[in-house]
């Protein structure tokens, strides 16, 4: 039997297993010297807030704890996850292994 993480009220959707639920940051809108940056030039974020984990996955018949938690500030491959949307708002749908720090 697989133990389910506890996943955020905030949103209907529940990830399977060996996926997390993240919702991005802001983009920069200005550079380190105050150059205000068009949408088109602006880079997307590789950071987010967790707002759902999926159950722990197993692969080959080991099993892989979800390496977060709901409310983690995590750093992601910049490549990584699939962008849905709900309810207005832009969310990532990441796999654990696209998973690269927990911000402190």
Known sequence: MVKQK???SKTSIK????YVLVEP???DTKTASGIILPESAQEKPAQGKVIACGDDAVIEGKTVKCPVSVGDKVVYKKWGGDEI???GKELKLVKFDDLMAILE
């Open 85 to 87: 949307k709900m309810d």
């Open 15 to 18: 990830p399977l297993m060996g």
């Open 25 to 27: 940051g802001e983009a």
């Open 6 to 8: 506890n996943t955020s």
